[in-house]
């Protein structure tokens, strides 16, 4: 036998909550103070804590402007010999007798710095050089040429290359003695 029976809603009528128990349970997110994080603002106390570790309050510190950043790229010289196979395979460095002639400005690299050990001797042209990583590859016997140097030797023999020798150095030294 089917028994007939009026829908949900028109047996709800008359009944003020409608089968959701007391009428403080079935309310909208106003209640219960907006839905998901709404409310932990600063001055939110309930659900700050949850949120102290987060970057919930907004952005942190200032970027530069690009026209104002660094744009150079560092290689360390422990990198310089993990990259020679790649360097020498792309046409970037070149093997001559006894040395590496490596041209790091056909690279993204600009700047030579010292960590790590000299295993090869090179002849490395690059923008900026630390004077860790000069000392480094010139006690092995290689030599780093930098944009302003012309050959990429010491003070003392670009004095020398002027036409100025040790002998009229020490006789200039005794005369203001």
Do not use: C
């Not at 659900?47 to 102290?52: D, G, L, Q, R, V």
């Amino acid at each position: 036998m089917v028994i007939i029976r009026r829908d949900k809603k028109s047996r709800q009528r008359g009944h003020k909550t409608h089968g959701w128990g007391s009428k403080k349970k079935h309310r909208g997110a106003g209640n219960r103070g907006g839905r998901r994080n709404a409310g932990t603002g600063k001055r939110g106390d309930s659900k700050k804590p949850s949120i102290w570790k987060t970057n919930y309050f907004g952005k942190k510190g200032f970027d530069r402007k690009p026209s104002i950043r660094s744009g150079s790229v560092a290689l360390n010289i422990s990198d310089l010999e993990a990259f020679l196979p790649k360097f020498l395979s792309k046409g970037i460095a070149k093997q001559k007798s006894d040395f590496y002639e490596v041209d790091l400005s056909q690279t993204e690299y600009d700047k030579l710095l010292g960590n790590g050990k000299v295993l090869h001797k090179f002849k490395v042209k690059v923008d900026f050089a630390s004077a860790k990583a000069k000392e480094k590859i010139r006690l092995k016997g290689g030599e780093v040429l930098l944009p302003g140097d012309s050959s990429g030797t010491d003070n003392a023999n670009d004095e020398a290359s002027k036409g100025v020798s040790q002998e009229q150095k020490e006789s200039a030294d005794s005369q203001e003695s």
